[in-house]
């Protein structure tokens, strides 16, 4: 049995990845459970903050980011406005 195509449309699609799902800081791309570049030992009051947009950071890399003139206030990973997500 041959099979002839005479004809395809190729379908691809994309998407950020939700940092929540993600085990690395969006900034320093260090795993959560480890520490921050500001941090000597893991668990130095540096928490996890998760944005409304769904992405998380160490507490210390997301203010770095977020004072830094080129930030704007945005997301670093998806450019939305940066704003804490407080919970449920």
């Not at 900034?27 to 941090?39: K, L």
């Not at 080129?70 to 450019?79: I, Q, T």
């Amino acid at each position: 049995m041959k099979v002839k195509i005479k004809k395809y449309t190729a379908v691809a699609t994309w998407r950020w990845e939700n940092s929540t799902s993600d085990d690395v800081c969006g900034i320093c791309r260090v795993q959560f459970d480890g520490t921050c570049p500001n941090c000597r030992f893991p668990g130095d009051d540096c928490p996890l903050l998760n944005g409304k947009c769904g992405h998380s950071f160490h507490l210390h890399c997301v203010n770095d980011w977020i004072q830094t003139e080129s930030s704007r206030g945005l997301c670093p990973m998806c450019r939305q406005k940066f704003e804490f997500d407080s919970g449920p």
